[in-house]
């Protein structure tokens, strides 16, 4: 072969050698470089979660700024319950009766006040003597001849309503006595109070003024009726 034709020929080859390795340079880089892209779109993805937490924000600002639900208060509410008071009762005697020298006496009470109010338990009763003079009184709560014995509850009284309460006692003289202290009216005093209601009652007890006290119930019929 002559010498110049075999220069050509590896010319060739020579050129044809490097025209494939131009060729694969490329590709090999755009793959590479495709992967750092991939991985640099896991925070563009996670961008919405600042959104999210502004959002978040957003709800609770809301919720912050919604009024306050305030619990109503009326007047009714702050005297609903309240005790009976004395200027705000006025007594009377119902109803008397006894056989073999024993009395049974029912004394009401009448919510003469503008509003309602409780009674709940045993009135305190005074005995009153003609000239004004308190007279002694020993009272008890365990029943009498007349009435059982009775656990306390609560009496509403709107204004006009009644309550009532029972008043055992003897009067026939003993241990030397030739009489017993009679009064003329009652000092009755609701539970819990101060203030006296008079009723125009009289009593004459026996044995150191002992009156067995029921009590309050309500209605005037005492605790029998």
């Known amino acids: ?7 050509v020929v590896r010319g060739l080859l020579a050129l044809t050698a490097v025209t ?4 694969c340079g490329p590709d090999s880089a755009t793959t590479r470089a495709a992967a750092p892209r991939a991985s640099s779109s896991v925070p563009r ?6 959104s999210g937490a502004g959002a978040s924000q957003g709800s609770a600002s809301r919720v912050s700024a919604s009024p306050a639900t305030e619990a109503p208060t009326t007047a009714a509410a702050s005297t609903a319950g309240m005790p009976c008071r004395g200027q ?8 008397s009766d006894g056989a073999a020298g024993h009395l049974h006496l029912v004394v009401a009470l ?4 503008g509003m309602e109010c409780t009674l709940d338990g ?3 009763v005074g005995l009153v003597a003609e000239d004004g003079s308190a007279l002694p009184v020993r009272a008890t709560h365990d029943g009498d001849l007349a009435f059982p014995a009775r ?4 009496v509403v009284l709107a204004p006009g309503e009644v309550a009532s309460f029972d008043l055992g006692f003897s009067h026939v003289p003993a241990d030397g006595q030739t009489a017993c202290p009679a009064a003329q009216s009652l000092a009755v005093t609701a539970p819990g ?5 008079p009723v125009q009652a009289a009593a004459d007890p026996c044995d150191g003024g002992h009156l067995a006290v029921s009590p309050l119930v309500a209605g005037d019929q005492g605790s029998v009726g």
Do not use: C, E, W
């Open 151 to 154: 656990t306390p509850s609560t």
């Open 110 to 113: 009448r919510n003469i006040g």
């Open 45 to 50: 993805s996670a961008a919405p979660a600042p």
């Open 193 to 197: 109070d101060s203030h006296p209601v």
């Open 122 to 124: 045993f009135p305190t």
């Open 1 to 7: 072969m002559p010498t110049h034709r075999i220069v």
């Open 20 to 23: 494939a390795l131009a060729g």
């Open 88 to 95: 705000a009762l006025a007594g009377r005697l119902a109803s």
